[in-house]
């Protein structure tokens, strides 16, 4: 068997697949300590609702194309995948039978560092995107909450070495976020493989 036990979250109006270990413990740690220290890692000022401040969190854009990503009022430019991205591109791609073009990762430096309510719906991802968000290093707590019933969230804790697969309406009907924590925790690193055409 190629996965541990994929994890449906069966919420409604969505597809949400957990993959706890998609990476052993050693190709996680490998993965996480290069890519911490070869990836040129920027903090953008975004613009949510009229406000400007610095993101929680750094970030990096990667994809076999030239095509830009916009959200919360940045543009990214693309740089080509390394050769670690490519290699984790290459596997996901593999297990999933999925393409990717693009992968957006983010590090969370500290408890302190976050990313707040959203879907990942810019039109340039499509109708119902694919995304494939792969986590490294410290867990950190994932939450999900439904757009209109506000009966519907919940929450998991992303694992070293996890992927997480959002399809389906899932952008659509639900907002997701990495909230903040007083916890001290070390750094974690998230690759989201999406599809921009
Ligand atoms: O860090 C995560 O697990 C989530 C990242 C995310 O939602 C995004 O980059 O759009
Ligand atoms: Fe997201």
């Known amino acids: 068997m190629l996965f541990k036990t994929p994890i ?17 413990e050693n190709e996680a740690q490998n993965y996480f300590e290069s890519l911490l220290h070869k990836i040129k890692w920027q903090q953008d000022d975004i613009t949510v609702f009229g406000k400007t401040y610095p993101q929680p969190r750094l970030t990096a854009f990667f994809s076999n194309n030239i095509e830009t990503y916009k959200y919360s009022n940045i543009i990214m430019h693309p740089i080509p995948f390394n ?32 990313n707040g309510w959203h ?6 991802l499509g109708e119902n995107p694919i995304i494939a968000s792969v986590s490294f290093g410290a867990s950190r707590v994932f939450q999900l909450k439904h757009k209109h019933d506000k009966a519907l969230k919940t929450k998991l804790l ?7 697969l959002m399809s389906g309406e899932t952008q659509k009907n639900w907002l997701h976020q990495i909230p903040k924590t007083k916890k001290i925790i070390g750094k974690r690193i998230n690759l989201t493989f999406r599809i921009i055409a």
Do not use: M, W
């Open 8 to 24: 449906n979250l069966n919420l409604d109006n969505a597809e949400v697949v957990y993959y706890p270990n998609f990476f052993n």
């Open 119 to 124: 879907a990942d719906d810019e039109k340039e």
């Open 158 to 164: 992303l694992e070293d070495g996890s992927l997480l």
């Open 83 to 114: 050769a670690e991205l490519d290699a984790i591109k290459k596997k996901i791609e593999s297990g999933l039978h999925i393409e990717f073009t693009s992968c957006l990762a983010n590090l969370y430096r500290t408890g302190q560092d976050s």
